[in-house]
């Protein structure tokens, strides 16, 4: 008798369990958010003066950005782009400022400064 009144017990417990899940927990989670047009950049950076995006990929197999680069200006100088070995760009590179770039990289896009940030 004592097994089959613990099955009981275990069975309701069971039940107001899934019952209390089904009611309590919503139904659909929505955590997302959206980039607006910021969605369509790969990278974005923000600097200025001794301080520069740099950009190292290997001589062998190289790196590839899909994707736009947008660089800000601080409020005390311009920022600077700086992109070593065989990196491939293939996207725009947008200045808020003054372009500044040196560069060993193919960029299959245009260069493009004074955009507002």
Known sequence: MGIEHFSFRR??????????SFVLLPTQV?????????????????????HN??????PVSGSTILGD???GNLSNGFPTAQFN???VIN?????SS?????????INGTTNAMLPA
């Open 11 to 20: 069975g309701l417990v069971a039940l107001i369990f899934s019952f209390c």
């Open 30 to 50: 929505n955590a997302g958010f959206s980039l607006g047009d910021a969605s369509h950049y790969a990278v974005l950076y923000e600097g200025a003066g001794a």
């Open 53 to 58: 995006l740099q950009i190292n990929s290997s």
């Open 69 to 71: 680069i947008g660089l």
């Open 85 to 87: 070995n065989p990196a």
């Open 91 to 95: 996207g725009n590179i947008n200045f």
């Open 98 to 106: 003054n372009i500044s770039i040196s560069a060993n990289a193919v």
